[in-house]
């Protein structure tokens, strides 16, 4: 999709970056987390009780992760460990809602709000279906749009590779921006 905005108002200031006002961006992102201790997982922002718990610095919720990773992918800001190091202890054991609480923020602060996102969970076990909808809920609420925006999918591996064999559990987001007009 072309930009002409500027050729058309060629007073406006060129030293904005131009790819700032593109009418849409996309992003994607992936995460996984391992297994470990525990007798509980959060996914989505739902707490789902499993024979596991996460490995992981933050609340392991790795659908969460993914889409953060999206969002920032969309807007052109690297990943989420750039932005919240698991090697500082502001972000251990941190609700992971919070973290795509903040990510949003920068997204908005650049001009842009959610088209619609779309998500798949990589998982053998736990039984995802029974908490697809709250996490869509969830998600939603978060990022302060309508569940309709928000699609939440999962699938096992048929008992394949590291999530089939129940190592872990994978996330893949996709996320549509669309630029907010004043
Ligand atoms: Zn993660």
New binding site residues.
């Given amino acids: 999709m072309s930009n002409n905005h500027s050729k058309d108002n060629p007073s406006e200031n060129s030293n904005e970056n131009s790819s700032e006002r593109l009418p849409f961006r996309i992003g994607h992102g992936y ?1 996984v ?1 391992r297994f470990g201790d525990g007798d509980c997982i959060i996914i989505g922002g739902e707490k789902i009780k499993h024979h596991s718990g996460f490995i ?1 610095h ?1 609340d ?3 659908l969460l ?1 993914a889409l953060c990773d999206a969002l920032l992918g969309a807007i052109g800001e690297g990943d ?1 460990g750039r932005h919240f190091p698991d090697d500082d202890s502001t972000y251990e054991n941190i609700d992971s809602s919070i973290l795509l609480r903040q990510t949003y923020q920068r997204v908005t602060e650049r001009g842009y709000s959610v088209a619609n996102l779309d998500c798949t969970i990589i998982a053998q076990t736990p039984k995802m279906s029974p908490h697809i909808n709250a996490m869509r809920k969830n998600i939603a609420d978060v990022l302060g749009v309508s569940s309709t925006q928000v699609n939440v999918k999962a699938t096992t591996t048929e008992t394949l590779g590291f999530a089939g064999r129940e190592e872990g559990i994978a996330a893949y987001a996709v996320v549509m921006l669309y630029i907010m007009t004043d």
Wanted: proline letters at 0%; hydrophobic letters at 35%; zero cysteines.
């Fill in positions: 995460d987390h992981a933050s392991g919720d790795v992760h989420i």
